[in-house]
């Protein structure tokens, strides 16, 4: 059933508030839509491209990091909770990859990974002392990574960190980052 412009303008509005990571051309599926149809919607609605909403949501985050500047994290932190999770994301694009096979360099997931782990720690110091992993399957350009870390342990000067990495739905990567912090005592992760 076909919405009218007024109920698809509703729709619209709720769809990204909910989900602001979400893309034209996912949106123009949702609602049976040319994507320059959503354009035109997100425009008299005066919500901002896919980008600057991106963009809006790291800058509000990165005002809690304490042990990076915003030009040493690999990728938009999006969501953070210091000393428990946090999500970035990073889009690949040409830069990223091998020119031959178009396949992402994998430093580039452990970039976007490591900077994540050091990030999420609620601390001025925090540096990588041991790492443990896998690249799951290869990443494309085009394809964008959403990195998810979770604080696993506290302990005196050592913090666990496990960071899983989807392209879409698929893992794509998966590390667990030992940080050195300074002057903190240990304690149970909640």
Known sequence: MKLNKQERHQQLAETIQQTPFVTDEDL???????????????????????????????????????????????????????????????????????????????????????????????????LTSDVKLKFIRQVKSGERVIAKATVTQVGKGRTAVEVNSFSGEEHVFKGTFTMYRSNLEGRDVE
């Open 28 to 126: 123009a599926k949702q609602f049976g839509v040319s994507i320059q149809t959503i354009r035109l919607d997100r425009m008299e609605l005066n919500i901002p491209e896919l980008r600057k909403r991106i963009k809006d949501v790291a800058e509000q985050q990165f005002d809690e990091v304490k042990a990076l500047q915003e030009d040493e994290v690999i990728g938009s932190i999006i969501d953070l909770q210091l000393d428990q999770s946090a999500i970035s994301l990073l889009e690949i694009q040409t830069e990223h990859v091998f020119s031959r096979t178009g396949i992402a360099r994998g430093h580039h997931l452990f970039a976007q990974a490591n900077s994540l782990a050091v990030a999420v720690i609620n601390d001025e110091l925090a």
